[in-house]
């Protein structure tokens, strides 16, 4: 039961922070344009994730203790990333839902080593979630990569118009745009 309230809050906050931070950028830019295939599957996957969690769909009641204590780490991890690079990008936050033009262009902190660092944070989020269920859903994270991906290019091509000289140096410092050390 520990767990299940454990994954209930970590759900709540990882996506009530990102929905707050959008409202909050909402009613400071007066930016209402969204992009919706980015929000259908944020919410999908708090109704999925709610329904694991509430009706057990999904769950293995084979629990593997090494891999529920995984499953913690990157859970855990995940929120912690995705809290501390949103927190970093200060006013330059725009959420991927919302369509944004960036303040500044930010390479400090964890953007130092690796140049999407909320991405890479709600990977580990979903997979620490599906692990700590025993879940054969895991698998399904890996399909959102594709999504994510494309979200990646464009927030890229936006950030090398906005920031040419910079980017160009950005990219050089920093070449993994996902996962440290891999892609």
Not at 159 to 179: A, D, G, N, Q
Request: hydrophobic share 50%; with cysteine; aromatic share 16%.
């Amino acid at each position: 039961m520990l767990i299940k309230t454990y994954l209930f809050s970590g759900l709540l906050f990882f996506f009530g922070f990102k929905w707050m931070l959008a409202l909050v950028h909402v009613i400071r830019h007066r930016d209402y344009t969204l992009q919706v295939s980015v929000l259908i599957l944020e919410v999908v996957a708090v109704l999925f994730g709610l329904a694991q969690l509430i009706f057990g769909i999904g769950v293995s009641g084979n629990v593997i203790a090494s891999l529920r204590i995984l499953g913690l780490v990157l859970f855990t991890a995940g929120i912690a990333i995705t809290f501390i690079s949103r927190i970093r990008l200060n006013d330059s936050y725009c959420p991927a839902a919302i369509k944004g033009e960036p303040k500044e262009l930010v390479t400090s902190g964890l953007y130092c080593h690796v140049r999407h660092p909320i991405y890479f944070g709600a990977i580990l989020f979903g997979l620490g979630f599906e692990s700590i269920l025993s879940s054969p859903f895991v698998f399904v994270i890996f399909l959102s990569i594709p999504i994510f991906l494309r979200q990646i290019n464009r927030e890229e091509e936006l950030l090398k118009k906005t920031f040419p000289c910079e980017w160009s140096k950005f990219v050089k410092r920093t070449p993994y745009k996902l996962i440290p050390f891999l892609f």
